[in-house]
């Protein structure tokens, strides 16, 4: 197993300035270029679970208790748990440390592998995903983070408003199978592109996120 290397389904264009190995994952830290934003990252080696049971309210997996109402999200110590519906949840690991064990209690799955996971945000961000979807990332009915389950570029996936700011800025965290990676990666990319748009890495992503929580 120590020589086992993961590989991203997210390829940038962009060059690396500064890379490192981290779970047996190439973390880009930082590309050159990156620009005043927005910026779109790669967070593929972040781990995230999938949890199914029949009791939710009464647990707290990795240590973060699951919002009651399908569509709330809650976000502890760079974890967010994403309540999905009555007996599901997904569970993000967003911090930089070691890969945390799947937990030996039935009804997990390690979903890491098998799915995108993106951050988008920065300056005109939802002007971005109006491109892409119906879906109001920025609905003032509900308070931050707050998950959707629908279509982003008619794909499929999960989409959570972690931060929704001034003058059409913030960011959300959308992740979608495997195989629509690069076709995800291209349509965003093109949506942005008269935006500036450019991809960035795993520091400017943490800057974002440490600013969020302040």
């Known amino acids: 197993m120590d020589d086992l290397n993961r ?11 500064n890379t490192e190995i981290r779970n047996h994952w190439v973390v880009v830290r930082e590309y050159e270029n ?12 972040k781990i995230r679970w999938d949890l199914q049971d029949g009791r939710l309210d009464e647990g707290k997996p990795a240590g973060v208790p699951v ?6 999200c809650k976000l502890e110590n760079r974890i967010l748990v994403n309540r999905m519906n009555r007996t599901q949840a997904a569970i993000w690991h967003l ?33 971005i995903a109006e491109k892409l979807t ?14 959707f389950q629908g279509p982003f570029s008619r794909v499929p ?15 959300i965290l959308l992740t979608c199978s495997r195989g629509y990676a690069q076709n995800m990666v291209h349509a965003i990319l093109n949506a942005g592109d ?14 974002w996120l440490t600013s969020i929580q302040a």
Do not use: C
């Open 134 to 147: 119906a879906l109001d990332f920025r609905d003032p009915n509900r308070q931050t983070p707050f998950l």
């Open 194 to 207: 008269a935006f500036g748009i450019n991809p960035a890495g795993e520091d400017r992503f943490n800057a």
């Open 157 to 171: 996936g999960q989409i959570v408003t972690l931060e929704r700011g001034a003058d059409r800025s913030g960011g």
């Open 67 to 72: 919002p009651s109402i399908p569509g709330e």
């Open 34 to 45: 990156e620009g005043p934003g927005p910026w779109l990252v790669d967070l593929g080696h």
């Open 7 to 17: 590989q991203s389904p997210v390829n940038f264009e962009s060059r690396p300035a």
């Open 95 to 127: 911090g930089n440390g070691d890969a945390p064990e799947l937990p030996a209690e039935t009804g997990y799955t390690d979903l890491s592998e098998a799915t995108v996971f993106l951050a988008l945000f920065g300056p005109k961000v939802f002007s």
